[in-house]
């Protein structure tokens, strides 16, 4: 029934198995992959023809975990999985981009890549997976695909890398970078580092590339047992050379023009003004579609020729100068900590926040659940660019973008136990020419500054790009959106002053090689530290103490057997307290208590009523209480907090023994008592009749004379 077709391969120490012919036979691709126990379904769908008119490549990628994949069943209300979570979207940005590039020209297709996790061993993570299973289902679909790509994820531990690290290894590893390419070159990095030096960096990727040829090899040998026939591609127009030499001949100069100003905006003009030029050159429907895309050829070549010939860039600069900076901080005056940053024409206001533990994320994740003290949000409303578009939850762009550079400051925040308080951090950008995730980095590290979170060092990122052709190459710092989109590379690079802790490359050009990755490192450094040097200017260090609108923290510890009582039944006894004092107070199961106020007085006032009630009562120590049982033979005093003790009537009053209870206190009176000891039950023994209770001054205890009166002993 079925025609299976296996390859195996032992891959850093597991077993790789990439297998086709039993599930999902009616897409044009399919593979199970499996490492160790993980196996993600990988299937690869094209369209048979392009839509009319289609202008670009319709390529989306979803990748998906079901939960019964780990064993569990999804929380909330439906119990079935609903929108992807930002693991599942950041993972399909990964697969998306190295494959995006080789993809044949001209190919408009529409194109669906699935990768659905089905089984999670909680060691080895499905990314890397679900990407070699998507590169094989391309590769067997018969979809004009010039592939196939490997990746491999790299760790570094006590100095050596590690090629594909197990979670339970991801604690320990100082790098955790993820390299796709072809067995030509690099396609795709992503990373978060403890300030590695470049050469580790780049030591990294090289390491990666070479670990993951075997792969490209097995799913060749796979794609030559049971790849389909390969499609054919449609013939480019019969009048495509025409257009082509008109379309150079009439619009050239005006393209030359448009790229020789300077600013976003005028540039833009001129350009709209080009493509109204080229409607009219070409009315007829079919020409003009041709048209338009030989237009953007045609920019290409212009922009390329310029920087690689005369080394002149669209905005005048040569290839190592960053665009000027002006940063700020403290520009929201209740706000915990902010900072404007701007270079260029690109602008990002950044906004901290800081929170207690109730302002965690919780994560329901297939490895289980966890919570993250520390979240960047990244928005990129349309005004940034000039432009009116729909406002909404944030696309994948801004969850990527946001991730980068939440990977680029995570390295430098202080340990949790030292700086117990949840982070946030918001991104607005508010202007984008180019480079605003990494104007988000600068803007995210100065405005926690500005908090008071003591980082371990400022921390800046940029963005470098590549034009490479046939006659050399040109490796570009601080790229303008232009140039990102007219070039080869988007290579954004973060760090300090001591190393580099992100990492992200997109190439959209085959590979590239590893002296083109060297010479780009040494000018992001280059660039980082003269970014950081700007940014020094505006501040160099964390405030010292949090921002006066933050909440105070503090953190003491209490007997794990007393959590309970602190707690009360229900809660009570801690909703009580909260409400009462206006703090926000987080209890561990450890016996660790955070109490949280903007008000000190508030929080000092929180700390001793905690105190007061998991405090041992001693004998002679006078507290203060409240009456809050009247009996026959005495009263029960609460004090320290929920301590209660019996006052018994012979020692309620220093006068003669009271006839009832009543005629000396009543529920509710606030009384001051003496811990006399206790009896054989535990229970407290208190007295009143030895403390003033005026001044709190103790009396003492009583005895009578010969004659029976009452005297001070």
Same mark, same amino acid.
């Given at each position: 029934?079925?025609?299976?077709?296996?390859?195996?391969?032992?891959?850093?120490?597991?077993?790789?198995?990439?297998?086709?012919?039993?599930?999902?036979?009616?897409?044009?691709?399919?593979?199970?992959?499996?490492?160790?126990?993980?196996?993600?379904?990988?299937?690869?769908?094209?369209?048979?023809?392009?839509?009319?008119?289609?202008?670009?490549?319709?390529?989306?990628?979803?990748?998906?975990?079901?939960?019964?994949?780990?064993?569990?069943?999804?929380?909330?209300?439906?119990?079935?999985?609903?929108?992807?979570?930002?693991?599942?979207?950041?993972?399909?940005?990964l697969i998306d981009r190295p494959i995006r590039p080789l993809f044949a020209p001209g190919f408009l297709n529409e194109t669906q890549v699935v990768c659905t996790v089905l089984?999670?061993?909680?060691?080895?993570?499905?990314?890397?997976?679900?990407?070699?299973?998507?590169?094989?289902?391309?590769?067997?679909?018969?979809?004009?695909?010039?592939?196939?790509?490997?990746?491999?994820?790299?760790?570094?531990?006590?100095?050596?890398?590690?090629?594909?690290?197990?979670?339970?290894?991801?604690?320990?590893?100082?790098?955790?970078l993820v390299v796709a390419g072809t067995s030509e070159g690099v396609l795709m990095v992503e990373s978060e580092a403890k300030e590695l030096s470049e050469s580790t960096m780049l030591g990294a990727v090289m390491f990666g590339h070479e670990a993951f040829q075997p792969v490209i090899q097995a799913i060749i040998e796979l794609a030559e047992a049971a790849a389909k026939d390969p499609w054919e591609m449609p013939a480019?127009?019969?009048?495509?050379?025409?257009?082509?030499?008109?379309?150079?001949?009439?619009?050239?100069?005006?393209?030359?023009?448009?790229?020789?100003?300077?600013?976003?905006?005028?540039?833009?003009?001129?350009?709209?003004?080009?493509?109204?030029?080229?409607?009219?050159?070409?009315?007829?429907?079919?020409k003009r579609a041709v048209a338009a895309k030989l237009f953007k050829d045609l920019e290409k070549d212009i922009v390329r020729g310029a920087i690689v010939k005369e080394g002149r860039r669209i905005d005048g600069r040569d290839t190592r100068t960053v665009r000027p900076i002006l940063a700020e901080v403290g520009v929201l005056a209740r706000a915990h900590g902010s900072a404007l940053f701007t270079?260029?024409?690109?602008?990002?206001?950044?906004?901290?926040?800081?929170?207690?533990?109730?302002?965690?994320?919780?994560?329901?994740a297939l490895e289980g659940e966890y919570r993250s003290h520390f979240m960047l949000h990244y928005n990129f409303p349309p005004y940034s660019t000039g432009e009116a578009g729909r406002m909404g939850s944030p696309g994948r762009r801004e969850i990527g973008h946001g991730k980068l550079a939440w990977r680029a400051v995570h390295p430098l925040l202080p340990p949790k136990e030292s700086f117990p308080y949840t982070i946030r951090v918001v991104s607005e950008i508010t202007e984008s020419n180019g480079s605003s995730s990494m104007a988000t980095v600068c803007g995210a590290s100065l405005a926690l500054m500005d908090a008071g979170v003591p980082l371990k060092r400022p921390v800046a990122g940029i963005a470098m790009g590549l034009i490479?052709?046939?006659?050399?190459?040109?490796?570009?710092?601080?790229?303008? #959106?232009?140039?990102?989109? %007219? &070039?080869? *590379?988007?290579?954004?690079?973060?760090?300090?002053? +001591? !190393? =580099?802790?992100?990492?992200?490359?997109?190439?959209?050009?085959?590979?590239?090689?590893?002296?083109?990755?060297?010479?780009?490192?040494?000018?992001?450094?280059? #660039?980082?530290?003269?970014? %950081? &040097?700007? *940014?020094?200017?505006?501040?160099?260090?964390?405030? +010292? !103490? =949090?921002s006066a609108n933050a909440p105070r923290i503090t953190t003491f510890t209490i007997p794990k057997d007393k959590i309970r009582e602190v707690i009360g039944t229900g809660g009570k006894v801690i909703r009580e307290i909260?409400?009462?004092?206006?703090?926000?107070?987080?209890?561990?199961?450890? !016996?660790?208590?955070?109490?949280?106020?903007?008000?000190?007085?508030?929080?000092?006032?929180?700390?001793?009523?905690?105190?007061?009630?998991?405090?041992?009562?001693?004998?002679?120590?006078?507290?203060?209480g409240k009456v809050v049982k009247v009996v026959d033979f005495g009263a029960f005093v609460n004090f320290l907090g929920s301590r209660d003790g019996l006052v018994h009537i012979s020692e309620l009053s220093r006068e003669s023994r009271p006839a009832k209870v009543a005629d000396v206190v009543k529920v509710g009176d606030l009384v001051k008592v003496k811990v006399l000891g206790f009896d054989d039950r535990g229970k407290v023994k208190l007295s009143m009749k030895q403390v003033d209770q005026i001044t709190g001054e103790d009396l003492g205890p009583v005895k009578r004379d010969r004659e029976g009166a009452q005297a001070a002993q």
């Amino acid at each position: 029934m079925f025609d299976i077709y296996r390859k195996e391969l032992m891959w850093g120490g597991r077993k790789l198995v990439l297998e086709t012919g039993k599930i999902a036979r009616q897409a044009d691709g399919a593979v199970l992959a499996s490492y160790g126990e993980t196996s993600v379904l990988c299937t690869a769908v094209a369209m048979k023809q392009a839509k009319p008119g289609q202008d670009f490549f319709p390529l989306t990628v979803n990748y998906q975990e079901k939960s019964f994949a780990a064993g569990k069943i999804p929380g909330g209300f439906f119990k079935r999985e609903g929108r992807p979570s930002e693991k599942e979207v950041l993972t399909s940005r990964l697969i998306d981009r190295p494959i995006r590039p080789l993809f044949a020209p001209g190919f408009l297709n529409e194109t669906q890549v699935v990768c659905t996790v089905l089984s999670h061993d909680l060691e080895n993570d499905p990314d890397i997976v679900a990407m070699i299973g998507a590169s094989a289902a391309l590769t067997l679909s018969g979809i004009p695909f010039m592939g196939p790509i490997g990746g491999a994820r790299v760790g570094f531990i006590d100095g050596q890398y590690v090629l594909n690290p197990r979670l339970s290894q991801m604690s320990k590893t100082a790098l955790d970078l993820v390299v796709a390419g072809t067995s030509e070159g690099v396609l795709m990095v992503e990373s978060e580092a403890k300030e590695l030096s470049e050469s580790t960096m780049l030591g990294a990727v090289m390491f990666g590339h070479e670990a993951f040829q075997p792969v490209i090899q097995a799913i060749i040998e796979l794609a030559e047992a049971a790849a389909k026939d390969p499609w054919e591609m449609p013939a480019p127009p019969a009048d495509y050379d025409a257009i082509k030499a008109r379309l150079k001949d009439e619009l050239a100069n005006d393209i030359a023009a448009a790229y020789a100003e300077v600013s976003k905006q005028a540039r833009s003009d001129k350009l709209e003004a080009a493509k109204a030029r080229m409607a009219e050159l070409f009315p007829e429907e079919e020409k003009r579609a041709v048209a338009a895309k030989l237009f953007k050829d045609l920019e290409k070549d212009i922009v390329r020729g310029a920087i690689v010939k005369e080394g002149r860039r669209i905005d005048g600069r040569d290839t190592r100068t960053v665009r000027p900076i002006l940063a700020e901080v403290g520009v929201l005056a209740r706000a915990h900590g902010s900072a404007l940053f701007t270079r260029g024409e690109t602008q990002a206001l950044v906004v901290a926040t800081l929170g207690t533990g109730e302002d965690e994320q919780i994560i329901d994740a297939l490895e289980g659940e966890y919570r993250s003290h520390f979240m960047l949000h990244y928005n990129f409303p349309p005004y940034s660019t000039g432009e009116a578009g729909r406002m909404g939850s944030p696309g994948r762009r801004e969850i990527g973008h946001g991730k980068l550079a939440w990977r680029a400051v995570h390295p430098l925040l202080p340990p949790k136990e030292s700086f117990p308080y949840t982070i946030r951090v918001v991104s607005e950008i508010t202007e984008s020419n180019g480079s605003s995730s990494m104007a988000t980095v600068c803007g995210a590290s100065l405005a926690l500054m500005d908090a008071g979170v003591p980082l371990k060092r400022p921390v800046a990122g940029i963005a470098m790009g590549l034009i490479k052709e046939e006659s050399g190459f040109a490796v570009l710092s601080d790229i303008l #959106g232009d140039e990102d989109h %007219l &070039g080869d *590379m988007d290579f954004k690079v973060a760090g300090t002053a +001591e !190393g =580099v802790t992100a990492l992200q490359m997109d190439i959209k050009i085959t590979s590239i090689t590893e002296e083109i990755m060297r010479i780009a490192l040494e000018q992001a450094r280059e #660039g980082r530290m003269h970014i %950081l &040097g700007e *940014m020094a200017k505006a501040l160099s260090t964390s405030r +010292e !103490g =949090v921002s006066a609108n933050a909440p105070r923290i503090t953190t003491f510890t209490i007997p794990k057997d007393k959590i309970r009582e602190v707690i009360g039944t229900g809660g009570k006894v801690i909703r009580e307290i909260t409400e009462q004092t206006g703090t926000k107070i987080d209890i561990e199961d450890d !016996g660790t208590i955070k109490v949280a106020a903007v008000d000190s007085a508030a929080a000092q006032r929180a700390i001793d009523w905690i105190k007061g009630i998991v405090a041992e009562p001693e004998v002679g120590v006078i507290y203060n209480g409240k009456v809050v049982k009247v009996v026959d033979f005495g009263a029960f005093v609460n004090f320290l907090g929920s301590r209660d003790g019996l006052v018994h009537i012979s020692e309620l009053s220093r006068e003669s023994r009271p006839a009832k209870v009543a005629d000396v206190v009543k529920v509710g009176d606030l009384v001051k008592v003496k811990v006399l000891g206790f009896d054989d039950r535990g229970k407290v023994k208190l007295s009143m009749k030895q403390v003033d209770q005026i001044t709190g001054e103790d009396l003492g205890p009583v005895k009578r004379d010969r004659e029976g009166a009452q005297a001070a002993q």
